[in-house]
C-alpha cells in the first residue's frame, strides 16, 4: 500500500467515526454554515494580492516535522496581509492540523482552503461549518464521477472547489463544477517533486480555468516563472513553515517578489 493509500483507509474510518458522532443536521446548526463565503478565485484574480496561496502545516508524511511551535493566529494573521488566500491542514494524524486550527484562522477575511483529504459529503459539511470557503479533491484518490459528485455537492453548499491533478491522465477529472484547478508537484505516491509537473500540466488545462502551482515552491523565480506559464496561484507550505519565524520569511518572500515584479 503507498501512503496515500494508507491515508485514505484511515481517513474512511475516521469519517465514520464522526458520523456516528455528530449527525449532519448537527453540522448545519453550527456557527459557520451560514457564514457569507470568500471567493478564491476573486482573490487570485485581485491584482493588488500575490496569488499565493500559504499553507499553515505543521508536519508531513514526506517531511516529519516541520514546525512544531508556530501559532496559528500569529502567522496567518502576517500571511494574509499579501496572500490570496490561506490553506490549513485539517488531518491531525498525517499532518498534524486540526478543526481548531481552521477555525482559529477564521479571524482573517481572505478565503480559506480546508487542506483534507475528501472522500465523502460529510467532510463538506463540516468544512462548511467549520468556516472554510473552499475545499481541496484530489484526482489521485477519487474517480472523475466521484469528483463530479462531490463538486456539485459543494457548489450547492456555496463552497468553492480546487481540483488537484498530478499528471495527464487525471485531466478528466476537470468538470463543470472545478473552476480552480491545481497541479501538484509532489507525487503524493513516491513524495517525488518535480517543479515541472505544473509547466508540463499548464498547456493542457483549459483555458477557462484559474490553474494553481502547488509544492515545492521555494524560489520568488518559480513565481514569475509560473506567471509566464500562466498560473494565476501558487500554494507555498513548507518554505515559510520550516524557518523559526514563519510569518517574517513571508514577508521577506513578498519584498523580494514586489521588487521582481518592478518595471
Ligand atoms: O509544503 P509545500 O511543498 O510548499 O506544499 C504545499 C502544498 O502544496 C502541499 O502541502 C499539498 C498539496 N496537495 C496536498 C494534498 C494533501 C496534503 C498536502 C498537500
Given at each position: 500500500m503507498n501512503i496515500l493509500d494508507t491515508i485514505i483507509a484511515h481517513k474512511r474510518t475516521e469519517v465514520?467515526?464522526?458520523?456516528?458522532?455528530?449527525p449532519a443536521?448537527?453540522?448545519?446548526?453550527?456557527?459557520?454554515?451560514?457564514?457569507?463565503?470568500?471567493?478564491?478565485?476573486?482573490?487570485?484574480?485581485?491584482?493588488?494580492?500575490?496569488?499565493?496561496?500559504?499553507?499553515f502545516k505543521r508536519k508531513s508524511p514526506s517531511k516529519g516535522l516541520i514546525n512544531g511551535t508556530a501559532d496559528v493566529v500569529e502567522v496567518t494573521s502576517a500571511y494574509a496581509k499579501?496572500?490570496?488566500?490561506?490553506?490549513?491542514?485539517?488531518?491531525?494524524?498525517?499532518?498534524?492540523g486540526s478543526t481548531a486550527d481552521l477555525i482559529a484562522a477564521r479571524v482573517n477575511q481572505i478565503p480559506i482552503l480546508r487542506k483534507d483529504f475528501i472522500v465523502d459529503e460529510y467532510q463538506i459539511l463540516e468544512?462548511?461549518?467549520?468556516?472554510?470557503?473552499v475545499i481541496l479533491l484530489i484526482a489521485?484518490?477519487?474517480?472523475?464521477?466521484?469528483v463530479k459528485r462531490l463538486a456539485t455537492f459543494a457548489t450547492q453548499l456555496g463552497l468553492e472547489v480546487l481540483l488537484e491533478l498530478h499528471d495527464e491522465e487525471e485531466l478528466a477529472h476537470i468538470c463543470d463544477e472545478t473552476i480552480l484547478v491545481g497541479?501538484?508537484?509532489?507525487?503524493?505516491?513516491?513524495?517525488?517533486?518535480?517543479?515541472?509537473?505544473?509547466?508540463?500540466?499548464?498547456?493542457?488545462?483549459?483555458?477557462?480555468?484559474?490553474?494553481?502551482?502547488e509544492s515545492g515552491i521555494s524560489a520568488v523565480e518559480n513565481i514569475l516563472l509560473f506567471r509566464n506559464n500562466g498560473f494565476r496561484g501558487f500554494?507555498?507550505?513548507?518554505?515559510f513553515m520550516k524557518a523559526a519565524d514563519p510569518a517574517k520569511a513571508f514577508e521577506d518572500f513578498v519584498q523580494e517578489l514586489k521588487a521582481a515584479k518592478a518595471p
Open positions: 465514520a467515526a464522526r458520523k456516528a458522532g455528530t443536521s448537527a453540522l448545519e446548526k453550527q456557527d459557520g454554515f451560514n457564514r457569507k463565503v470568500l471567493s478564491l478565485k476573486e482573490f487570485l484574480l485581485n491584482d493588488a494580492r500575490t496569488g499565493i496561496i500559504a499553507e499579501h496572500a490570496s488566500g490561506l490553506s490549513v491542514l485539517t488531518d491531525e494524524n498525517f499532518f498534524g468544512a462548511r461549518a467549520m468556516g472554510a470557503d489521485a484518490c477519487l474517480t472523475p464521477e466521484e497541479i501538484n508537484n509532489r507525487n503524493l505516491k513516491t513524495f517525488k517533486v518535480d517543479i515541472e509537473r505544473s509547466l508540463a500540466m499548464a498547456r493542457r488545462i483549459p483555458d477557462n480555468r484559474i490553474k494553481i502551482a500554494l507555498i507550505g513548507e518554505n
